[in-house]
């Protein structure tokens, strides 16, 4: 069976989401067509690579044209672009449309606009054979949409995510400790709630030090680097995983998310994870808050209290064993089985 994944961006968590596929998913035969000024040096299993044109209208001619030129059994659409580009104009195969987060689920989205994205996703979803969520809450998501074919396909971790023996079992005793972020730097992640933790942090004298794996938006860039919070810029899949697994405790500031699969990383690497409380994490064992200052003080407990850390560990093991390789691989199977009538994956 051939795959054209389709998605706006190659980089961040929907480029490792898609890689983690290719791999875990070898029967089928994967091409990719995506486009974006950020790039990885993804670990993906691709016969063949394209870009998309600059443009909506030519991004959606340019799909049309690689789908005749390869005719793939299952168009799959990686977010809510590409979900677009792939639907507004119905193709001659099936699309499984994977949004990664229902843009209408953002916070402070104005009424008018929350209702006109929630219309839009239903009436693309005319143009779809099969709706493919990460969570639980996503699925309610779809089944308000009137969604008649939704299967579970859920976020893993980074095949890079790897844990030491005795990897941070104990009370840290670098000096100072470093509290990590990934992603893209965009409103969706929330660097000002990431910033504001990182000055209170500061002016507790918690002896943190706030670390930002990414890059995106110059104007947000500058606020966290204002507030001390140091920006790597965009690395390797290996150099996140590497500096992830050097940071002391994982801080996830993002607003609204699908399921991200830095958190995973994170839980996979053995690191005390701090979460936003969203509906993202609902169902989950992990450490959840809802203000800077609750972070900056979850995160000094994760380094000094012994006790909190181990739990904070413990919640991460947990929540890896239930988001596992084989339920992935299952999901995928079940979504291009169905999206094709009962096509046989090989």
Sequence with gaps: MHILHVTD???GGVGRAIDRMTELVPEAE??????????TTGHGVYMSTASLPDGFVARVQAVHRAVDELVPDVVHAHSSWAGMYTRVRRLPVPVVYQPHCYYFERPGLPGPVRRAARALERALGRN??????VSPREERLARSLRVRNIVRIPNVPSAAAVREAGARSGVVSTNPRTVTMIGRVTAQKD?????ETARLARRFDLNLHFRW?????????RTLR????EVTGWLTADDVMRQLA????????????GFPISVLDAARVGLPTVVREIPAFEGTRLTTVESPAEAAFAAHAAVEDPEQRLHMIESGDWLVGAMDESALHDGVIEAYTTATGGARVV
């Design 226 to 229: 204002d507030t001390g919070v």
């Design 30 to 39: 994967h091409h990719l067509l995506s486009t974006g000024v950020e790039r």
């Design 213 to 221: 794996l990414g890059d995106g938006d110059e104007a947000l860039v």
């Design 9 to 11: 961006r190659y980089s």
């Design 191 to 195: 660097p000002r709630f990431f910033a």
């Design 246 to 257: 050097a940071s002391d405790v994982y801080l996830h500031s993002a607003s609204y998310e």
């Design 128 to 133: 779809s054979s099969v709706l493919a969520v």
